[in-house]
């Protein structure tokens, strides 16, 4: 045992002085020390594991997560890192380390996004365990004389499997692309990567590995890198986004997630309307819920940025017909000139409201109680220095689930961007 962890702790100690090296050699490879203003939009984010889907088991989210968020600095530079932990009872992960960062060397300007992990372990004896040592995950978009760029790397030292009652085997690292079938633990799929690239950014992802388990059928996410950069940030740096449906309860007996959900671009949209329309969507039974659409659309022209997010729901209905509610919008509007930001809500409304077939209107308390079935809120509209958020109409449930759905949520602020000295 002892030999086990000194070996262990050697194993620790060499991959946290291999990150120390990799991340000098990141730095010097920026010319820009200091944070200079650029007419770029940067983002990027990476973690080490997630789980999703499936018996999701608790403490399943983002280890060693890092964002960046939207910013037009080069120069900057986020870590997080987490020695240790758990994956939900499903395996283990240790010495996990995201940094992400923006750059500019003379004329090139790039985000990028990196993961490493020393070592991950999934599964059971009873079923098959796997193995997988020294995982590396990085994205990095970029602009340069030729325009914009993405690319990705992934790379594994290691992978071994035992099947149940049997002893550890080394298995060849896949190909980026390639799956290998587990008996008895489930299948994975290595470097699995994406790029988009338009005339305004571009954008790259990686996963170093995914691994689907059999026994609960969740999909573990290992090594995760993302990185965006886009062009036209020249007054307004952008974070909205919008929402049709999204509920909560307590005891998690009911949740759904932000159903369709778009996010505003850091630098906008162009003028261009982004729209997702979904015919309906399924919040557990509470509720039946039809035609629910979010969009959004960002600007960027002489000295001022403006921009919206709305968020739709033709018609819900609750209690079996009880309760039928129609045209539910949510729509923030924000524009800034300069250091002068104005914001609305203009445009969020509530359409009818029929309790058991009569129509019903709301009181100037904009909260109408309907005994024993919800509580209706409408208009729930929250400012801060930059932005807006609304929501067109949220609903408390009396069934004692403590239910609550907001329909028709819309969230924009507009930071300002910081001038170029040069570029």
Same mark, same amino acid.
């Given at each position: 045992m002892k030999?086990?962890?000194?070996?262990?702790?050697?194993?620790?100690?060499?991959?946290?002085?291999?990150?120390?090296?990799?991340?000098?050699?990141?730095?010097?490879?920026? #010319?820009? %020390?200091? !944070? &200079?203003? @650029?007419?770029?939009?940067?983002?990027?984010?990476?973690?080490?594991?997630? +789980?999703?889907? $499936?018996?999701?088991?608790?403490?399943?989210?983002?280890?060693?997560?890092?964002?960046?968020?939207?910013?037009?600095?080069?120069?900057?530079?986020?870590?997080?890192?987490?020695?240790?932990?758990?994956?939900?009872?499903?395996?283990?992960?240790?010495?996990?380390?995201?940094?992400?960062?923006?750059?500019?060397?003379?004329?090139?300007?790039?985000?990028?996004?990196?993961?490493?992990?020393?070592?991950?372990?999934?599964?059971?004896?009873?079923?098959?365990?796997?193995?997988?040592k020294g995982v590396t995950s990085q994205s990095r978009a970029f602009h340069n004389s030729t325009g914009f760029h993405a690319a990705t790397?992934?790379?594994?030292?290691?992978?071994?499997?035992?099947?149940?009652?049997?002893? #550890?085997? %080394?298995? !060849? &690292?896949? @190909?980026?692309?390639?799956?290998?079938?587990?008996?008895?633990?489930?299948? +994975?799929?290595? $470097?699995?990567?994406?790029?988009?690239?338009?005339?305004?950014?571009?954008?790259?992802?990686?996963?170093?590995?995914?691994?689907?388990?059999?026994a609960t059928g969740t999909t573990v996410t290992i090594g995760h890198s993302e990185a965006s950069i886009g062009g036209g940030t020249t007054v307004g740096l952008f974070h909205g986004s919008s929402f049709a449906t999204k509920a909560t309860a307590l005891a998690n007996n009911l949740t759904s997630g932000p159903t369709p959900l778009t996010v505003m671009p850091c630098q906008g949209?162009?003028?261009?309307?982004?729209?997702?329309?979904?015919?309906?969507?399924?919040?557990?039974?509470?509720?039946?819920?039809g035609a629910v659409t979010s969009s959004e659309q960002g600007l960027q022209k002489a000295g001022i940025a403006t921009g919206w997010e709305r968020a739709s729901v033709a018609k819900v209905t609750l209690g079996g017909g009880q309760l039928v509610i129609s045209g539910i919008v949510g729509k923030a509007n924000v524009t800034r000139s300069g250091s002068r930001v104005k914001s609305s809500a203009t445009g969020t409304t509530v359409g009818t409201i029929l309790i058991n077939g009569q129509t019903a209107a709301f009181p100037e308390t904009g909260i109408l109680a309907i005994p024993g079935v919800a509580t209706l809120e409408r208009s729930i509209v929250v400012r801060t220095r930059t932005?807006?958020?609304?929501?067109?109409?949220?609903?408390?449930?009396?069934?004692?689930?403590?239910?609550?759905?907001?329909?028709?949520?819309?969230?924009?602020?507009?930071?300002?961007?910081?001038?170029?000295?040069?570029?």
């Open positions: 030999h086990r962890f000194s070996s262990m702790l050697a194993v620790v100690a060499a991959l946290l002085g291999s990150l120390v090296m990799i991340g000098a050699t990141s730095s010097s490879a920026g #010319a820009v %020390t200091t !944070p &200079v203003a @650029t007419r770029f939009a940067y983002g990027a984010s990476g973690f080490g594991t997630l +789980l999703k889907g $499936g018996q999701i088991p608790a403490g399943s989210s983002m280890t060693a997560f890092r964002p960046l968020g939207c910013t037009n600095l080069a120069g900057l530079s986020r870590e997080n890192h987490e020695a240790a932990s758990p994956l939900g009872g499903l395996g283990s992960a240790s010495v996990i380390a995201t940094r992400v960062w923006t750059t500019k060397v003379g004329s090139v300007f790039s985000s990028y996004a990196k993961n490493t992990i020393a070592n991950v372990a999934l599964g059971d004896p009873s079923l098959g365990t796997l193995a997988v790397v992934t790379t594994v030292a290691s992978i071994s499997f035992a099947p149940a009652g049997l002893p #550890a085997q %080394t298995i !060849p &690292v896949p @190909t980026p692309g390639q799956s290998i079938d587990l008996p008895g633990l489930g299948t +994975l799929y290595a $470097g699995t990567s994406s790029k988009y690239l338009r005339s305004t950014g571009a954008t790259a992802k990686a996963n170093a590995l995914k691994v689907v388990l059999t949209t162009a003028g261009v309307v982004r729209t997702k329309k979904l015919a309906s969507v399924n919040l557990g039974g509470q509720a039946v819920v932005g807006i958020s609304v929501v067109g109409l949220r609903i408390t449930l009396l069934d004692g689930t403590g239910a609550v759905i907001d329909l028709g949520t819309a969230k924009l602020s507009i930071d300002l961007a910081q001038r170029p000295l040069s570029h």
